[in-house]
């Protein structure tokens, strides 16, 4: 081998190495028996306009009940902004040290403290966990209440505009990451779907899936997503019953 050769060779800087955030692999219990469900009802809509917080606030309108409470025992917050010209929703990845959903993507919120009212509670849980200052949320309207099937309280879930992308500081103990998520990629094709599970407790439950590049969100929170951009796209949605 030539000397120049040879010093070039020896000399050679290491190749970059390419770091890629790899998704979490969640653990989704699927029955044994399952089928696929209905597409999204927004699936064949060709006219998708710009979405304004004042539409989106006139398309909550048919379901918000601002003194709902009673028994909702819980609430979440779904918060939207624009960043890059994009309509973006918040969501979090739970911490892995956390003991229950250990892992899952979802709605910063949690458990109502006494006496407290479900969007005191959904705020204050958004500051906890993920730095939200409540003050920079202006509540659009609410979507339906739901349960769970671990937990069978009512759930409330809020809908809130952030006038700029928000400055966070995630707390560890409860959350490993917070995703900025394009509503725009929810509704492309072969990102959502939904599957049908029968449970011994429940037959022909519906659940919700939105297969995402960073990870997969479904269940409950997948249920708010589904409820909010049916919303957006047909006026007279009705929200399934049932966990």
Request: proline content about 11%.
């Amino acid at each position: 081998m030539p000397r120049i050769r040879r010093w070039r060779e020896e000399n050679r800087p290491p190749p970059k190495t390419e770091f890629k955030v790899q998704p979490k692999i969640q653990k989704i219990p699927r029955p044994e028996h399952y089928r696929p469900g209905p597409p999204a009802c927004w699936q064949d809509l060709a006219d998708r306009s710009l979405l304004t917080k004042e539409l989106i606030q006139q398309a909550l309108a048919p379901v918000s009940q601002p003194d709902l409470n009673g028994h909702v025992k819980a609430a979440v917050l779904c918060a939207l902004f624009e960043e890059n010209g994009c309509l973006c929703v918040l969501l979090t990845r739970r911490a892995a040290s956390l003991r229950s959903h250990t892992s899952e993507v979802s709605f910063p919120g949690g458990r109502l403290d006494p006496g407290e009212h479900p969007l005191q509670a959904a705020l204050r849980e958004a500051h906890e966990e993920i730095g939200l200052i409540p003050e920079q949320v202006e509540i659009l309207g609410n979507l339906s209440p739901f349960s769970t099937r671990k937990l069978e309280v009512a759930i409330l879930p809020f809908v809130g505009w952030l006038d700029r992308p928000p400055h966070l500081q995630p707390n560890p103990a409860e959350v490993e990451q917070v995703l900025r998520i394009p509503l725009a990629r929810l509704w492309e094709e072969g990102v959502y779907h939904q599957e049908i599970w029968d449970l011994p407790e429940y037959k022909g439950l519906a659940i919700h899936f939105f297969e995402l590049d960073q990870d997969i969100v479904w269940g409950a929170t997948a249920r708010v997503l589904h409820e909010l951009l049916s919303r957006l796209w047909v006026p007279d949605f009705q929200a399934e019953p049932g966990p």
